[in-house]
């Protein structure tokens, strides 16, 4: 006699399953990399001008000082900490940036362009309150060289930057064997339902 039922197994296969999906829906460190290459906070005097330019046609730019670009590095992000105060609602409030990485390499004055936004995705609202973080796309660079950000506002809505820091961060995230092991969750749940389908058949 079998020491436990078909329906038994089943539950137990499919609360293996369960867990498996939650524990891949775990929050992750929402800092990239593991190395701050360079960080420097928004003058507030260009804030207060990125402010006043309500229809983001003056393209007002801020630069930061030149840092060092390793490839050994790789890969390089962008990380932007955002905080302000609505002048409208949340649900259209939105600060849109243009970032350009300028890579100072034979004398070049331009390089990779990236956009970040800040709206009610990824802002937290207290009040009039907000603040919230942006990453930009992963950027892997051939040669060590140096290279600073360009920053503008392209348009805003209802929203005033009153503090922002500009880092840039480099490498892999760090990795305990937890999170090693639910980063391979949709295998591990693929392995329990093969199993199941073949056990079923028996």
């Not at 990779?112 to 919230?132: A, C, E, Y």
Request: glycine share 8%; charged share 20%.
């Amino acid at each position: 006699m079998a020491l436990f039922s078909k329906a038994t197994i089943l539950v137990a296969m499919g609360a293996v399953a369960a867990l498996l999906l939650l524990g891949g829906c775990a929050r992750r460190d929402q800092v990239p990399g593991n190395i701050t290459v360079a960080a420097y906070f928004v003058p507030p005097e260009k804030l207060e001008a990125f402010a006043a330019d309500t229809t983001g046609k003056t393209r007002l730019r801020w630069t930061t000082p030149n840092f060092v670009l390793e490839p050994s590095n790789n890969p390089h992000r962008l990380m932007i900490d955002f905080e302000g105060v609505l002048l409208a609602d949340s649900a259209v409030a939105e600060n849109v940036f243009e970032v350009v990485w300028l890579i100072k390499q034979e004398n070049q004055t331009g390089g990779p362009m990236q956009q970040i936004r800040f709206d009610r995705q990824n802002l937290t609202v207290s009040g009039t309150k907000v603040k919230g973080r942006a990453v930009g796309l992963p950027l892997s660079f051939k040669d060590k060289d140096m290279g600073a950000i360009e920053l503008s506002l392209e348009h805003q809505i209802g929203l005033k930057p009153t503090a922002m820091t500009v880092s840039v961060r480099a490498g892999m995230e760090n990795t305990n064997w937890l999170e090693t092991l639910l980063s391979l969750n949709a295998l591990m749940v693929g392995l329990v339902f093969l199993g199941l389908v073949l056990w079923w058949r028996r």
